[in-house]
């Protein structure tokens, strides 16, 4: 996420976050994975230009409201099973890139429950705004 900071078109932005987002959804290929549910740890980064980010008199209707990337999630996990974690990111990022103000977006996904070796697996996806 951090090389996505040094991109050009990033320099005049604000960064967003919602960090750690952990949701129970059905997602997976393998039929055990199509039983229940999963946990899964979702990170969003948001770059908006600060010409559009920067509040001049304090107000909610100024910024990007966190409120976005919480609720953009939630309605893609409601739609039901999910089968990648490559799908989940596509998703989430087509969605969040929508938004006006958004220039750009960094989604990851990651599994903590998959291996008992490691922390976790899982996929990133960084997209720019085309102009």
Request: glycine share 4%; charged share 30%.
């Amino acid at each position: 996420m951090f090389a996505a900071l040094s991109h050009p078109r990033l320099a005049d932005c604000r960064r967003l976050f919602l960090r750690n987002y952990e949701v129970h959804i059905n997602i997976g290929v393998h039929d055990f994975e199509k039983r229940g549910e999963q946990r899964v740890v979702i990170n969003v980064e948001l770059f908006v230009p600060l010409a559009l980010s920067t509040p001049v008199q304090d107000k909610l209707n100024e910024v990007v409201d966190y409120d976005f990337m919480r609720s953009t999630i939630a309605r893609r996990v409601e739609q039901g099973h999910i089968h990648l974690q490559e799908t989940l990111c596509d998703d989430l990022v087509k969605v969040l890139l929508d938004h006006p103000q958004v220039r750009a977006v960094c989604v990851s996904t990651e599994k903590p429950d998959v291996y008992p070796d490691c922390d976790a697996v899982g996929v990133e996806v960084f997209r720019i705004k085309e102009d």
